[in-house]
Structure formats: structure tokens, C-alpha cells
């Protein structure tokens, strides 16, 4: 099977933009989890989807939103995009409503 | 807050030497302790992982060594090579969260030749 793939890889942005990042999940997985990476902060849970419904949503402000099709791609939109912002975004799947997560290599999103 | 403590950041370990790596957790909801791999350029990859029925498993020549009454879990990597340098990151979860899963900030490990 093909692994989670995430497009696009690297994404410069500017301030006050805003960004839209996609992930199509491993066939099958109907969960998709978003993560923020960051060298200060680790990973941070964005939000999961399972089924075209948001299930859990961290402490991220409401900026960051997402969605989830009924294919189960699932994308994640950032608005008014500020500095601290540069992250690398993970997209992870996972064939069961709880269970074991496959992570994608990530967008690598700068903000200038 | 911090809800999974991971320790040390950095480790420098001689091929063919034991790396070991501690987590700690505070809540008693969690249920699933998994453990990733990330190399450079590259998202976690899932190494191994544990529930809190046992206490240890292993797998080739990673265990994982969990104490459910310390809430402490912790990764041994039995001789380890260069090819094993990497991030390693420990997490946590509960199932009455669904697939939200804490991290630790990371054990960047190196394995000497």
C-alpha cells in the first residue's frame, strides 16, 4: 500500500496569507490526525477527523481549521498567518477510530 | 503543559551499546504508549508499542519497558548501530480521546561507530 503522502513538501508563505495544506491518507484509514512540528515545541495535536467529522481539536487558536472529505483526504487551512507559524505539518492516518497512527513526511511551511 | 516528559534530549551511545530512553507520564487515562522514529526529511515512523497489561515487549531489538505504578515507560535499544541514530519520540494516548495523541519533545540519539 501506499504510504500517507501530503503535497506540497515545502511552502513559503507571507505574513498575513494564508495556506492550505492537503493529506491523503494510507487506503483505507477513514482517521486523519494533524500535528504541528516545531524544534521548541515538539508535536503538537492539531485536530483528528474521522469520518468527514472533527472528533478532537488541541490547543491551537481558531486560525488553523481543517476538513475531511468523503474519500477521507483531509486538508488543513491556516489563515492570517503569522511568523510563528513555521512549522513542519504532519498528516497521519490510521485504519481504526483508536489505534496505531502513520505519519506523512510533512509540508514544511515558512513564513516570511 | 507537558503531558509526556521525555528524557534525555540527546544521547550518545557506542555501536553495539544499550540506548536507553525514559518517558513519564501524570495521566492515568492513557492506555496506548507507542514510540516513533524520525530521520531527517522524514515524518515518525512507528517503532513499537505498549498498553499497560504488560510490562515489557520486545521486538527484534527494541523493548520497551513500561511501569504502570510509576507511570514511567521507557525504550532500550539493544546494540545499536549507526543506522539507529535518529529522533526518537515517545506518546501517549487514551481511547476516550480517540487518535489524539501527547508526545514527548524527543531524544535525539547518535550511535558512534
Known amino acids: 500500500k501506499a504510504g500517507v503522502t501530503q503535497t506540497p513538501r515545502y511552502l513559503i508563505k507571507t505574513r498575513g496569507q494564508q495556506v492550505t495544506l492537503s493529506c491523503s491518507p494510507i487506503?483505507?484509514?477513514?482517521?486523519v490526525s494533524w500535528y504541528q512540528q516545531t524544534p521548541g515545541q515538539g508535536l503538537q495535536f492539531l485536530f483528528e477527523?474521522?469520518?468527514?467529522?472533527?472528533?478532537n481539536k488541541g490547543n491551537f487558536p481558531g486560525r488553523f481549521s481543517g476538513r475531511q472529505f468523503s474519500n477521507s483526504r483531509s486538508e488543513m487551512n491556516v489563515s492570517t498567518l503569522e511568523l510563528g507559524d513555521s512549522a513542519l505539518y504532519l498528516c497521519?492516518?490510521?485504519?481504526?477510530?483508536?489505534?496505531?497512527?502513520?505519519f506523512g513526511p510533512g509540508t514544511r511551511l515558512t513564513v516570511t | 503543559q507537558q503531558q509526556v516528559k521525555q528524557s534525555p534530549q540527546s544521547l550518545i551511545v557506542q555501536k553495539g551499546g544499550i540506548s536507553i530512553i525514559n518517558c513519564a507520564y501524570e495521566?492515568?487515562?492513557?492506555?496506548?504508549f507507542p514510540w516513533y522514529q524520525q530521520f531527517p526529511g522524514k515524518g515518525p515512523a512507528l517503532l513499537i508499542a505498549?498498553?499497560?497489561?504488560?510490562s515489557e515487549k520486545k521486538e527484534g531489538r527494541f523493548t520497551i519497558s513500561f511501569n504502570k505504578s510509576a507511570k514511567q515507560f521507557s525504550l532500550h535499544i539493544m546494540d545499536s548501530q549507526p543506522g539507529d541514530s535518529a529522533t526518537y519520540f515517545c506518546?501517549?494516548?487514551?481511547?476516550?480521546?480517540?487518535?489524539?495523541?501527547?508526545f514527548g519533545t524527543g531524544t535525539s540519539l547518535t550511535v558512534i561507530p
Open positions: 497521519a492516518s490510521s485504519p481504526r477510530p483508536i489505534g496505531e497512527q502513520y
Open positions: 477527523y474521522f469520518s468527514e467529522t472533527q472528533r
Open positions: 495521566n492515568t487515562a492513557f492506555d496506548y
Open positions: 505498549i498498553r499497560p497489561d504488560v
Open positions: 506518546a501517549a494516548n487514551s481511547r476516550a480521546t480517540g487518535n489524539q495523541f501527547y
Open positions: 487506503s483505507g484509514h477513514r482517521s
